[in-house]
């Protein structure tokens, strides 16, 4: 049940809510927002530094206990990664609901591959025209691509953060869903905790039980109450089941669940098929990226199944008089026959989990990448040459989906065209 008053800011917390359980809601805007003076930037270190600011003035004031916490959705979810890289000494806990502390890996670009859409979107959104302006983040994206300084500063510390942490992902969200599970996996704290949830990040945020839930989390560490929140399982995760019942907070040791057992599937480009064996032979198949062609391999599941956690594709390519090229892959569930499930989870939503790669840009950060979880470098281009083959291993974000017997699993692979801005 969604419980709101109508005097929350946008994706934040509702202040009938919680004033009315002893706490103040701050509302600030960062520089260059909406009427605020000066130019607002596209995330990055300068948030945890004026968020810091606030959270240290908000802990002098005779109102205030001194211990900060910190809640939202969405931007208000990244800003949160931001500040608490600092370690603001009053900030007692964070929570951050569905938020990317990646900009160049989560939103500016997938794989390398830009996505300027999304960032002009925001961009036109936020910032002030009257009294500043927003940094030109397309004009970055449209020169040099590759990782330098610029896109260091717009990914969050995640190693440094210490605070006590609620995190809230879903696999559904386009920009969310890897930074929120990264988080959880990567930072410091001792004290953090993971929920996956099955909805829409403002259905979730705002629903009467989940606001209860981060109230026990927040009365805690904000207001020392021994209530018991410690024994909440460390985390809980939902399985998407399109034609039939999600699970929802089934409890968990730990993301990626230890008990996963990773399985490898092998392309068959002769007969478009996912094999448990490899092929006997090499194949190949082609398509034509100006003509939206596409590969595409199925596989029948042959019992009840379930895939939650991290997916990897491995491919070997080569690009016919081009020097380059953007893959753009999805995986999905479909029924027997082959047809859609019908599952809405909201606007902006759906069931395919995707990953892309743009091919020069495959070198992987060796130090950071794992078997199921690579990382791209972006340090530098390795553009292809005339009839090369190049292997490149590429990220599909994480997903929890429910298979019964029969239940057919698609693997697409097509371009992507990326249109400048």
Known sequence: MLATSGLQKFEGPDPAYWCNHGYAIINPDVRGAYNSEGIIHFFGSD??????????????????????????????????????????????????????????????????????????????????????????????????????????????????????????????????????IEGYRRISSKNKWLRIHNTGEWDDYYNAEHTEDLRKFFDRYLMNKENGWESTPKVRVSVLNPGGKDIVDRVESDFPIPRTQYKKLYLNAENGSLNDNAVKKENSITYNSDKNGKAVFTMKMPCDSEITGYIKLRLWVSADEHDD????????????????????????????????????????????????????????????????????????????LLFKQGDELRLTVSAHKTKKL
């Open 47 to 180: 948030y945890g530094r004026d968020g810091s600011d606030i959270c240290e003035w908000c802990a002098d004031q005779e109102w205030c206990n001194g211990k900060i916490g910190m809640s939202g959705n969405s931007w208000l979810a990244i800003s949160q990664w931001f500040v608490a890289a600092l370690n603001p000494p009053h900030l007692a806990a964070i929570a951050p609901w569905e938020g990317l502390n990646d900009c160049y890996r989560e939103i500016a670009t997938r794989g390398g591959v830009i996505m300027p859409e999304f960032v002009k979107m925001l961009s036109d959104s936020f910032a002030s025209t009257e009294n500043g302006g927003i940094e030109d983040v397309i004009a970055m994206l449209n020169g040099d691509i590759t990782w330098n300084n610029y896109w260091d500063d717009k990914a969050a510390d995640l190693e440094a953060i210490t605070v006590p942490a609620y995190i809230v992902a879903s696999y559904t969200n386009p920009i969310h869903t890897y930074g929120s």
């Open 325 to 400: 090229m953007d893959l753009f892959v999805t995986m999905e569930k479909r029924r027997p026959s082959g047809l859609k499930y019908k599952y809405s989870l909201g606007p902006g939503m759906d069931m395919s989990v995707k990953g892309y790669m743009r091919v020069s840009l495959r070198d992987l950060d060796e130090a950071n990448s794992t078997e199921e979880n690579p990382r791209q470098s972006f340090i530098r281009e390795k553009k292809l040459k005339t009839g090369e083959i190049v292997p490149v291993d590429i990220l599909i974000w994480p997903m929890g």
